[in-house]
């Protein structure tokens, strides 16, 4: 029998419904909400048959089997809670929320509901992570003992400095809305979560143009060009914009392990690379989509740059970050219906927010080294036997 499944927010990552609905296949959309009549209406069109509404109880008053939560980012805890407390499965976008803070009071109503609970971090599902943690956990590098990440963000000005990404008040910080997939991907590769950032960043380039404009009448699509360039002669900027379109952060991990991460939102190129260093070698993707390239090396090289002694052609195909986004789906579903292990996980979230949070505290403190808070130990437990104790009254 197909899952009946919901969808609040129908606005950029509401193309994952096109992984939904498959009727007599598993799983069919049967209710949406949104807040604008433009969400609402780009629903209708998607999704003929399901019941469009702009009441969150209605949806949650529906007999739904599983709902996703891809609303903005600051909406989350409120959204998310409401869902668990209703016992629906839920499937939340990256980030968990835009504060440390509100990212534990969701997974304390998730341990406190038994509701099984879901945060769609793609990039795990990605063939070049995939690739590299592969790689990595077979020895191939010896143990990690350093992580970097530099993301050449070259559609930052149209991205997010269109509309409410602009804004500390609802983004807090490109670490978290843009940053938050690496930062997972960093603890991911390097088998631990960070315990101490400090930070530094800037309103380098964007802070300076002034041709603005209110933008809530319209979506990305309608505003996106590539002749925005260059970042300088950018157009119709968000009339309000104090979030940094330059950061980097660096990080020390519980297992000893040092990453850093760089974002940029105004250069020439777009894609993210890694570096990994292990105690027999290192690997680094040059390109991070299908048919790009791994490369590592183990071989000492007496000076300059030496050929890799092996090169990985990175996997994949265009559908939804080189099919990141269907297999993400399928996992959800399955967890939905099934509960069980999953490659997502909501403490790892909870890591990549903290993360973003508190470098974001550390940037505009001039840096200050910050400890992060550890996880309540009843949740970690919790989430560690995969949602599976009892609810907690």
Same mark, same amino acid.
């Given at each position: 029998m197909d899952l009946k499944v919901g969808i609040i927010g129908f606005g950029l990552r509401a193309s994952l419904h096109r992984y939904l609905q498959r009727p007599n296949e598993g799983s069919v959309v049967s209710i949406v909400c949104d807040t604008s009549e433009r969400g609402? #209406?780009?629903?209708?069109?998607? &999704?003929?048959?399901?019941? @469009?509404?702009?009441?969150?109880?209605? &949806? &949650?008053?529906?007999e739904l089997d599983a709902v996703l939560v891809? !609303?903005?980012?600051?909406? $989350?805890?409120?959204?998310?809670?409401? !869902?668990?407390k209703a016992g629906i499965p839920t499937f939340v976008e990256k980030p968990l929320d835009i504060t440390l803070e509100a990212a534990d009071e969701i997974l304390d109503t998730a341990r406190r509901t038994g509701t099984r609970l879901y945060v769609? $971090? =793609? /990039?795990? $599902?990605?063939?070049?992570?995939?690739? /590299?943690?592969?790689?990595i956990d077979s +020895?191939?590098?010896?143990?990690?003992?350093? @992580?970097?990440?530099?993301?050449? @963000?070259?559609?930052? +000005?149209?991205?997010? *400095?269109?509309?409410? $990404?602009? #804004? #500390?008040?609802?983004a807090n910080t490109l670490l978290l809305q843009k940053g938050a997939h690496d930062i997972d991907v960093i603890h991911w590769l390097a088998g631990g979560y960070s315990t101490q950032v400090s930070g530094v960043g800037? &309103?380098?380039?964007?802070?300076? @143009?002034?041709? %603005?404009?209110?933008n809530s009448d319209l979506r990305m699509r309608d505003w996106f060009s590539l002749s925005n360039w260059p970042p300088a002669k950018q157009t119709q900027l968000n009339p309000e914009l104090d979030v940094e379109d330059l950061s980097m952060v660096q990080m020390k991990l519980d297992n000893g392990v040092l990453a850093s991460y760089q974002q940029c939102h105004f250069t020439p190129d777009y894609w993210r690379n890694y570096t990994v260093i292990g105690s027999a070698g290192r690997l680094e993707n040059?390109?991070?989509?299908?048919?790009d390239f791994i490369h590592v090396w183990n071989t000492r090289s007496t000076h300059g740059f030496a050929e890799p002694d092996l090169k990985v052609?990175?996997?994949?195909?265009?559908?939804?970050?080189?099919?990141?986004?269907? =297999?993400?789906?399928?996992? *959800?579903?399955?967890?939905?219906r099934e509960g +069980?292990?999953?490659?997502?996980?909501?403490?790892?979230?909870?890591?990549?927010?903290?993360? +973003?949070?508190?470098?974001? %505290?550390? /940037?505009?403190?001039?840096?200050?080294a910050l400890q992060i808070p550890a996880l309540d130990g009843q949740l970690a437990e919790y989430f560690a036997a995969n949602q599976q104790a009892a609810a907690v009254s």
């Open positions: 609402r #209406q780009d629903a209708a069109e998607a &999704l003929p048959d399901a019941v @469009v509404t702009g009441d969150l109880q209605e &949806l &949650l008053d529906f891809l !609303t903005p980012d600051y909406t $989350h805890r409120d959204v998310v809670v409401r !869902t668990l769609g $971090h =793609n /990039m795990r $599902h990605m063939p070049v992570i995939r690739q /590299m943690k592969q790689l +020895g191939t590098i010896g143990e990690v003992k350093a @992580v970097w990440c530099r993301h050449f @963000v070259g559609n930052g +000005g149209d991205y997010y *400095f269109k509309d409410w $990404h602009a #804004q #500390q008040r609802y800037a &309103l380098a380039v964007y802070g300076d @143009v002034t041709d %603005r404009r209110d040059f390109g991070d989509g299908p048919g052609e990175v996997n994949g195909d265009d559908e939804g970050h080189g099919g990141a986004d269907p =297999n993400l789906i399928a996992e *959800f579903l399955r967890f939905a +069980g292990a999953t490659d997502t996980s909501p403490v790892a979230a909870r890591a990549a927010v903290a993360v +973003g949070d508190y470098g974001a %505290r550390s /940037m505009r403190a001039e840096g200050e």
